[in-house]
């Protein structure tokens, strides 16, 4: 990281929560929904780091891309949790369980 880009994500701290969504605009070039300033300093800190030193390669792009189109995750958390409890199954406690071995709870008998 350059020093100049190190002394800005060192000043970021300081700045108030308009202020930062203010850079996070300029850097990101879209509009911030959050006024998280913890989240807005590490977003505002990534994006200057990248832009310095390039940010990640289309190779990179590319396999996180074909991941994401593959994975089974929410980006969002769901409006009602209670939909999402009776839509789905509860995780099986027992998965890697050995059928060898008593449940837990349970004593062994000798």
């Known amino acids: 990281?350059?020093?100049?880009?190190?002394a800005e994500v060192a000043?970021?701290?300081?700045?108030?929560?308009?202020?930062?969504?203010?850079?996070?605009?300029?850097v990101h070039r879209e509009?911030?929904?959050?006024?998280?300033k913890q989240y807005l300093i590490r977003r505002i800190a990534?994006?200057?780091?990248?832009?310095d030193e390039g940010g990640l390669s289309p190779e990179t792009i590319g396999?996180?891309?074909?991941?994401?189109?593959d994975a089974?995750?929410?980006v969002t958390a769901p409006r009602d949790i209670r939909n999402v409890l009776v839509t789905t199954n509860p995780p099986?406690?027992?998965?890697?369980?050995?059928?060898r071995l008593p449940p837990p709870g349970q004593m062994s008998q000798q």
């Open 1 to 6: 990281m350059t020093p100049k880009i190190a």
């Open 11 to 26: 000043r970021l701290p300081d700045m108030t929560v308009n202020d930062l969504i203010e850079r996070y605009e300029q």
């Open 31 to 36: 509009e911030c929904r959050s006024r998280n």
């Open 46 to 51: 990534w994006k200057l780091q990248a832009n």
């Open 63 to 69: 396999k996180a891309e074909g991941l994401a189109a």
């Open 72 to 74: 089974q995750t929410r």
């Open 92 to 99: 099986n406690a027992f998965v890697d369980w050995d059928p």
